[in-house]
């Protein structure tokens, strides 16, 4: 076993990887996602290697997201190429598990979030429990939905993934699934028999259907008519209005989207919608990575991202002052300043 942030070790049929970082909620290093990525090499050719399972330490969290901390640091000290360099290859260890041969098998038990839903969501068998809080909150630090979320995002119902990447909207278990982040419901109590089960015969489908159960109802698919309503405007200032309107006939759910939204970086907000209009057309998770990656290359030359940091988790003041502080202030040149072409230092999965 290699021990440390990141635990890697053969079980049966199964190779192992466990987020080892339970006190920062797993969050995600560098280290970390080169580790992910160089045991997924290694297994894919091995022919005693059926499957992998990816699971997390701790009762809490499977992984909270990047260490953003860490990130903040170095954006504060004006050194971003290892940030840069932390995105591009954690993108490609994204792009790895997308195409991976063989089961990947990912139990997001407790708080899944950001870089969590990276190393989790684009496996072949995604397990959620009653534990499960799973996000794409970027906006509330002045980032966007990235690792693939915007792939994962755009192909939700209706417009369910704009109105969750555009006010970090948190799912439970049966909206995870409604929402295309996840596919089974397996009680927390039952993950390890479930894991001894990958590891002796190397059969997920069979695993799967032995061990899952019907979950609850979604909230989100019982919302759908109001979200396809409102998010369904053609740009995030409509988005603001039909809310706006909808509140005020009235309807709680509108008041309180009308305020995550508000609440949101107003740049974040207008450059998410415009990443998901796009990456309707992609065809592949790698050309959502490729658009991801230049807001995060140019977001520490920014303001939104550092401020949005400081707000949330190095002061906890919860009190970010974006620029621009207005949706209403966001112009499409500015959202084209975040997303368009890098020239050279365009990402690529290889």
């Known amino acids: 076993m290699i021990e440390g942030d990141l635990l890697v070790w053969r079980d049966g ?6 987020l ?32 992998v399972v990816i699971d997390a330490a701790g009762d809490r969290a499977f992984c909270a997201g990047g260490d953003i901390q860490q990130i903040h640091a170095l954006g504060k000290a004006g050194d971003y190429e290892p940030a840069r360099r932390f995105w591009a290859e954690e993108y490609r260890m994204n792009a790895g598990i997308a195409n991976y041969p063989k089961p990947y098998v990912a139990l997001m038990d407790g708080i899944t979030m950001g870089g969590g839903v990276g190393v989790s969501a684009h496996g072949s068998h995604r397990v959620v429990t009653e534990r499960t809080v799973l996000a794409m909150p970027e906006v509330g630090i002045g980032f966007l939905p990235d690792v693939g979320g915007t792939w994962l995002l755009s192909r ?31 009680e927390s109590g039952r993950l390890e028999a479930f894991a001894a089960r990958l590891a002796e015969t190397g059969e997920a489908d069979a695993a799967v259907a032995e061990f899952a159960t019907k979950p609850p109802a979604s909230a989100l698919a ?35 989207t009308l305020k995550a939204l508000r609440r949101a970086a107003p740049l974040s907000v207008a450059s998410t919608f415009e990443a998901l209009r796009r990456a309707e057309g992609f065809s592949s998770v790698e050309e959502c990575l490729a ?5 995060s290359h140019r977001v520490l030359g920014g303001h939104d991202f550092l401020e949005g ?9 919860r009190n970010p002052q974006w620029q621009p502080d207005r949706l209403e202030d966001v112009t499409p040149e500015m959202v084209e300043s975040m997303l368009g072409p890098l020239g050279d230092a365009e990402w690529a999965a290889r």
Not at 13 to 18: C, D, I, M, N
Not at 239 to 253: C, F, K, P, T, Y
Not at 309 to 317: C, G, M, Q, S, W
């Open 13 to 18: 049929a199964a190779g192992r990887l466990r």
């Open 20 to 51: 080892n970082r339970p006190r920062a909620l797993n969050a995600l290093t560098h280290d970390m996602a080169l580790g992910i990525e160089k045991a997924l090499l290694e297994w894919r050719d091995d022919d005693a290697v059926k499957l």
């Open 156 to 186: 939700a119902p209706g417009r369910i993934g704009y109105y969750l990447g555009m006010t970090g909207t948190r799912m439970d278990a049966a909206d995870a699934i409604y929402a295309g982040f996840a596919d089974s419901y397996i």
């Open 291 to 295: 658009l991801e990656y230049r807001f």
């Open 309 to 317: 940091v400081r707000a949330a988790v190095i002061d906890k003041d």
């Open 222 to 256: 019982a919302a759908r008519a109001e979200i396809d309503d409102a998010f369904g405007q053609p740009d995030p200032r409509a988005i603001a209005g039909r809310l706006q309107v909808m509140a005020g006939e009235g309807s709680d759910w509108a008041a309180s």
